[in-house]
């Protein structure tokens, strides 16, 4: 982990290596918790969810964005039916950071249904004094609260992702946009052939083929509370 850590500024390993793990010996790690929501769960986070926090969590169930994308979206970034991955949210600092490697930026294509919710809102995601949301508070003050009225166990915001790359294979979506779309590198050479991403049209034609699976929250037209004389460009989330 220490040495694939270090990275050069194209976000590739310094030192890459191959590993023989049965002459390393190491121990097997098995039945690891990776907890991934259903369809009918987020419809139901959504409904119970306050605020910006329904469209949160239907955003990263619905495109597949890591936490630290989702909060970093600024209005540039989303664009019709597409949003631009470019920065992603320090959980450590919180603070604006490029993505660690080439294939965190990437363009990820929406369901119409998401990217009205999205251009119907009109503040970035943002606490109450208008800073970007620490991942923690998030967490902790609505993630965890809203699983637990849905008699769910805690877990994190990583399976949102999980759902979403899930419910992509099962729709048989190609996996080049999958790898696209979720910000993973191709381990073949069949993968470096591909060259599906570049496919514009079909790219939305599927984004809306396979829709969401589960039920997005309602549009409506919002005034910002933080410039409440003044109209400005829409944004995102309401506050």
């Known amino acids: 982990m220490v040495v694939a850590s270090a990275i050069d500024e194209n976000g590739e390993e310094r030192f890459p290596v191959k590993w023989n793990h049965d002459l390393i010996d190491l121990p097997l790690i ?19 969810a306050q605020g910006q926090f329904a469209v949160l969590y239907a955003l990263l169930a619905g495109s597949g964005l890591r936490i630290g994308e989702a909060l970093a979206l600024q209005i540039r970034d989303v664009k019709n039916d597409v949003i631009s991955v470019k920065h992603a949210l320090s959980a450590v600092t919180n603070e604006l950071q490029t993505p660690k490697t080439k294939n965190g930026i990437r363009e990820i294509d ?19 004094s208008g800073g970007p949301l620490c991942q923690a508070n998030v967490l902790r003050r609505s993630l965890h609260e809203v699983l637990k009225n849905i008699g769910r166990e805690a877990c994190g915001f990583h399976a949102f992702r999980r759902f979403r790359n899930t419910h992509l294979r099962k729709a048989r979506v190609p996996d080049g946009l999958i790898q696209f779309w979720m910000g993973h590198a191709g381990e073949t050479m069949t993968d470096n052939y591909d060259r599906v991403r570049e496919d514009l049209e079909f790219r939305r034609f599927t984004a809306q083929q396979v829709g969401l699976g589960f039920d997005p929250p309602v549009a409506v037209k919002q005034v910002s509370p933080h410039s409440p004389q003044k109209e400005g460009p829409k944004s995102l989330v309401t506050a």
């Open 110 to 128: 929406l369901h119409s249904s998401l990217a009205v919710v999205l251009h119907s809102l009109v503040n970035v995601f943002q606490s109450e």
């Open 30 to 48: 098995e039945n690891q918790r990776k907890p991934m929501f259903t369809g009918d769960e987020i419809t139901k986070m959504i409904a119970k």
